[in-house]
Every structure is written in C-alpha cells, then in structure tokens.
C-alpha cells in the first residue's frame, strides 16, 4: 500500500528499522561495556566527574529504562507495525489471487518453464492431474480456451515470515513493559525457622509486601575436602494465614513459584547461634531450639538445660561443637558434636537423642514477572517466523494444455520467491515426469 503522506512513508521506510536497529545494538555495546546500576560515586572514581555527570544526564547507569532507549524502543515498534500495515495487504493478495486467472503471456515469459508443440497423439487419454499429484503437487484446474489450465502452490503462507517476525518483536516488548510496570526483582534474607513476608527491592532496597509469608524450615550445605561450598539448599514453606499450603527444598538451579512470584536460591550467611533439636526417644516428642552461642537454654516440661559452650569453626563455618547437657538430676554431660550429627544422652528416668547444628540464613532472590510468558510466546514466534523467512518459499506451477486443429501444445511454468535454485531443481523432475509421459503417449 503506497501513501502519499511523507509522516506515513517516514515510519514505513526501511532505513528507519536500520537506523533504530543499529542504534539500539550501538546503545547495547555501551550498556555492555559500562556497569549499570552504580553509584554516582562509583563512575566518578572511574571515568572523571565530567563525564559522570554526562552519564547522569543520559542515563547511563540505568541505560536500559533511560527515556531515549525506552524512545528507540518506541520507534522500532511504531516502524515495525506501520511497515506491516503498508506492505502486508500487497502479500496478502498475493497469498489470495486467483493464479487459474493468469494470462498465457505471463506463462511464456516465466525463467522456468518448458514447453511441447506440434504434439498429435490423443492426449486426452494422459491425465494430467494425476501426473501433478504423484509428483507432490496437489493441483486445480480451470478450462480455458481450447484447452485447461492446471496450477498448484506449495507454501503460500511462507510469505508471512517477516510479519511473524515483526509481530514476534512487538510481543516480546509488550511483555517487557508488563513484566517492568507489574513486577518486581528483590531479595530477603531468611534464618532458619524464621518466616517473612516481604523482601526488598533491588532497585531502592524498598520493602516489597508478598501477600503471604515464605519460612525456611533448614538449610543444609555441603562442602569439598578443601573447605569450600559445594552445594546447597534450603527447605522453605509457603504459608497463607498462617498455614502451610506449599513445600519444597530449593537449590541453585531448582527455585520454587507460588502465586507467580518466584524465589531462587542465590547465598547463604552464618551465624553464631545453633540450632539444638531434642527428641524424647519413648515418648517420641521432639523440640527444636535456637541457642545462642555460649547461652543456657531450658526445655522446661522436660527439665533439660543445654548450651553450645565451645566450637571448632574453619572460617565462617562450624566444624564441631561443644555441648553440655543436664537433664534433671542427673550429671551434666559434655560431647563434642560433627555439625549436623547427634548424640544419645540418658538420664536417671529417660533418654534423649540431641542434634546441634550451625544455624544459616538462606538468601533468596526473588523475581514476579507476569509479562515472562509474552516475552516466552514472542520468542517462539520469532524463531517459527525466522524459519520460515528463510528456510520455506512460496512456490507455484501453471500446466498448460491446449490443442488447436489435431495439434495441441503443452507449457509447464512455475515460479518461487526465494531458494531459486532448490525450486529449479524440483521444476526440472517434474519437467522429466511430463516429458517421459508425453513421450510414452506417441507425442
């Protein structure tokens, strides 16, 4: 569709997608090369204050949200969308032309075509349509003067592929805004058997309310012989007016999502303070207890008093620790403890079975982005519409039969929109099959 209004042509043009495109992969380069989300401080050490405060004026440090980048965002889309409506009607008819309507000059002048004149044996009894469609195409047919036309098309629809593409782009960026306006990324730091309902934003470390509360129940890590982190993961609970409604032990590269809000394990911190669980082996019951360091704690309806009174630490981490241990009259008893085992204690009237345990504070960063599925969607889109721009093309044949007197001519035509040489390939087996079978008819 041509337009005589220069606004129109302006935002239809090619050169304005090149023009955005290589801006935007310019703006990409910087955003790469200069670190985003600094202080002020931090790019006056570093490049000058002169050239800090350019990068105030522009934005740079948040390149990406900056009004110019959200401004060639704006202007790659409006390009994308007014250069779809400008040239997709003219692809559309193409799709949906009459090909059976065709005039026999066009035929003539096709570059893949092939013709048989003078032919005078009946060649009513060959079946062309049948010769079409035992070669793949599956034909329809119109009578013309002194004879009929054949056409059959393959892919019409591949035509399609750019505007897929451009829709792919247009959907991608919705789903950015929507995940931008409507989400959020922060982070919380959880101790063990402690609960929160809020974290805080990584934007301004403001606190962002959940709507419910998330408890780590444990936080286990694992180690090499060296001493440094192998693994590690925490047990967290979802928990809705103060019941559980979900579970589930998350590492690294294993998150857990409720309500569309999802929390990633990201670190971890050590305290000072211990975890101490209690079971009363013939009754069963069992107590969990968070001990400071060097601090008596009581079980009173069992009346054990406790306390971690030493540790071996490597680091920020426990090793070994030193528990001292009194229930009811019986003497005070004294172990020292592997971080994460436990030890039988028994007095005048019962036994007990007694963990300790370093306590950690699991870090979580935690993601909403309810725009992550039109950004998934788009995606696909631009790798099917990709495909199909560059791997498909539109391909046509026209066979022509006409007899004039006991003579009759046939001309086979076709025509592709792109992989020229792949369709000219095809065009010349089936350019055999016509002639083989002409020839086995006398012609």
Request: glycine share 8%; hydrophobic share 40%; net charge neutral.
């Amino acid at each position: 569709m041509k337009s005589n209004n220069s606004i129109w042509n302006f935002f239809a043009s090619v050169k304005l997608a090149i023009f955005t495109l290589s801006f935007i992969a310019l703006s990409s380069i910087i955003g790469t090369i200069i670190p985003q989300g600094e202080s002020h401080a931090f790019y006056v050490k570093n490049y000058g204050s002169k050239m800090a405060q350019f990068f105030q004026v522009l934005d740079i440090p948040d390149m990406y949200y900056s009004w110019w980048f959200v401004g060639l965002l704006g202007l790659l889309s409006a390009n994308l969308i007014i250069c779809s409506f400008d040239r997709f009607p003219s692809v559309w008819k193409i799709i949906k032309t009459d090909n059976l309507s065709i005039k026999p000059g066009r035929l003539e002048k096709m570059n893949q075509r092939s013709s048989w004149e003078g032919i005078k044996s009946d060649i009513e009894k060959i079946n062309f349509a049948d010769i079409l469609q035992k070669a793949g195409w599956k034909p329809e047919s119109k009578k013309i003067d002194k004879g009929e036309l054949f056409f059959s098309q393959k892919a019409a629809w591949s035509r399609t592929g750019v505007y897929i593409v451009h829709t792919s782009i247009i959907v991608i960026f919705i789903g950015g805004i929507i995940g931008h306006f409507l989400g959020f990324k922060g982070s919380v730091m959880i101790p063990e058997t402690k609960s929160s309902s809020k974290i805080y934003s990584f934007d301004n470390s403001s606190p962002i309310e959940l709507g419910f509360e998330i408890r780590c129940d444990s936080f286990a890590i694992e180690y090499y012989d060296n001493g440094m982190p192998k693994d590690y993961k925490s047990s967290l609970t979802v928990l809705e007016n103060g019941k559980a409604v979900l579970q589930k032990d998350i590492e690294v590269n294993s998150p857990l999502t409720y309500r569309g809000i999802t929390f990633y394990q990201s670190s971890y911190e050590g305290y000072q303070d211990f975890i101490v669980t209690i079971k009363d082996t013939e009754s069963g019951e069992s107590k969990g207890f968070v001990v400071p360091f060097q601090k008596q704690s009581v079980w009173e309806e069992k009346e054990i008093r406790f306390g971690i009174i030493n540790a071996e630490a490597m680091g920020q981490r426990v090793v070994r620790a030193k528990l001292w241990v009194k229930a009811g009259d019986s003497p005070a008893a004294i172990e020292w403890l592997e971080d994460g085992k436990g030890v039988a204690i028994k007095s005048d009237d019962n036994s007990y079975s007694i963990t300790a345990k370093q306590m950690y504070a699991t870090g979580l960063q935690v993601a909403k982005d309810p725009g992550v599925w039109l950004v998934y969607i788009g995606c696909g889109l631009m790798l099917l519409g990709l495909y199909i721009a560059f791997f498909m093309s539109h391909k046509r044949i026209w066979l022509s039969v006409q007899t004039d007197g006991d003579e009759t001519s046939v001309l086979l035509a076709g025509s592709a929109n792109k992989n020229k040489v792949g369709f000219a390939t095809q065009f010349s087996a089936l350019e055999d099959q016509v002639g083989k079978i002409l020839e086995s008819h006398g012609a």
